[in-house]
């Protein structure tokens, strides 16, 4: 009985092997994984100089990675082992109550001061600016109470706090508002931005400060129910429903029109529908990450904005839009020019630094606003 049980093993895992091995000669190679945005291995060329070199046998193997059969189904269900068991995380993301994915916030990054003297470093250079900050706490201090038990976080208004101490310019909080509407679904569950809702409180908090009505005649349309965010591929729980993107269309339109010096590319109006059928969806606002971003409109009140940003910006600026003639966007992870050269060539009225604080504090490109001049 002992010896058939073995045979009958031993056949069952070479079927097994011999089986997936057919399977990934059949099944044609992907390009592109969705699930990870990324593309993937091809087959690797084969040389004597890159097999002694070790390049071969290094890219055969990512190749044999990407292009495993079945791949992204073997990684949910190991997520889902990983829930069965009781693990509350997975690749950084705390699985959180009521559906929410909230990211790890383990300290404030090692480029958080550094990021606030470089404002004021701005500041000291640009002082004809009226320059404002507005550094945005992430989904997982709004939604403290949905986190996992004893997961630890660190304190994201010990870091307004310091902020507020330590920037020469004017810091908007939008703590308070984001906390106050925090039963309402202000951040994406399956991704690490804000979303069109909780950017709309911000812009209003913004406004406030700033002295300007803000806008508030808008209808909101669901533009897609089946948008999987950052998050949901990293924490890999398959079984999640996806969440909507909403748009805030103006009662009283306004033309605007983008455009990204140095490429060529335009784009009339605000959005670039054509995301919505891929992965990255959120890159519908204002058409995704670019180096420059200069949005003009038909609003003909002189007013010119420099903004630095991350993506947090993205469904935030089309508030902003109906009060500036101008808005140049700048994204310093990409832009490699004299920040100061362009300000000073556009003769601009004010500037605003938006960001998360998770960004903010590991973002190494915002110091090169100390080394310009």
Same mark, same amino acid.
């Given at each position: ?205 913004? !406004? #406030?400060?700033?002295? =300007?009505?803000? *806008?508030?005649?808008? @209808? ?6 089946? +948008?999987? &965010? $950052? ?8 079984? !999640? #429903?996806?969440?909507? =993107?909403?748009? *805030?269309?103006?009662? @009283? ?6 455009? +990204?010096? &140095? $490429? ?110």
């Amino acid at each position: 009985m002992n010896k058939l049980t073995n045979r009958l093993i031993s056949f069952t895992f070479l079927i097994f092997i011999f089986g997936f091995s057919l399977l990934n000669l059949l099944t044609p190679d992907r390009e592109k994984s969705e699930s990870e945005n990324r593309l993937l291995q091809q087959f690797p060329h084969f040389s004597l100089d890159r097999l002694l070199s070790g390049d071969y046998t290094r890219d055969f193997d990512k190749y044999m990675t990407d292009q495993f059969v079945l791949k992204d189904h073997w990684v949910g269900l190991k997520s889902d082992f990983e829930q069965f068991v009781h693990k509350s995380e997975n690749n950084g993301v705390y699985f959180g109550k009521d559906g929410y994915l909230l990211e790890k916030f383990s300290d404030k990054g090692e480029y958080f001061d550094i990021n606030l003297q470089a404002i004021n470093s701005f500041h000291n250079k640009m002082e004809q600016l009226n320059t404002t900050v507005m550094l945005v706490p992430t989904a997982v201090k709004i939604y403290e109470d949905k986190l996992p038990l004893f997961a630890p976080t660190y304190d994201q208004e010990k870091m307004l706090s310091q902020a507020q101490d330590e920037l020469k310019v004017h810091l908007v909080d939008v703590m308070p508002i984001l906390m106050e509407h925090k039963e309402e679904a202000i951040y994406y569950r399956t991704d690490h931005h804000w979303t069109t809702l909780g950017a709309f409180y911000a812009y209003q908090q913004l !406004l #406030k400060e700033w002295g =300007i009505n803000p *806008y508030l005649d808008y @209808h909101v349309e669901t533009v897609t129910h089946n +948008f999987y &965010g $950052t998050h949901y591929f990293k924490a890999n729980d398959h079984r !999640l #429903k996806p969440d909507e =993107i909403h748009v *805030y269309y103006p009662n @009283h339109p306004v033309d605007f029109s983008l455009t +990204f010096p &140095g $490429t060529g590319e335009s784009l009339d109006g605000l959005y670039n529908y054509d995301y919505l059928d891929q992965r990255d969806k959120y890159s519908l606002f204002i058409n995704g990450n670019q180096a420059l971003t200069v949005i003009k409109s038909n609003v003909e009140n002189g007013q010119k904005l420099v903004m630095f940003k991350d993506s947090y910006a993205h469904n935030f600026v089309p508030f902003l839009a109906m009060h500036f003639e101008e808005i140049h966007l700048i994204d310093l992870r990409y832009f490699n020019l004299n920040p100061y050269d362009y300000i000073r060539e556009h003769e601009f009225t004010q500037a605003l630094f938006l960001y998360n604080l998770s960004s903010f504090g590991t973002d190494s490109t915002i110091k090169k606003l100390k080394a310009y001049h």
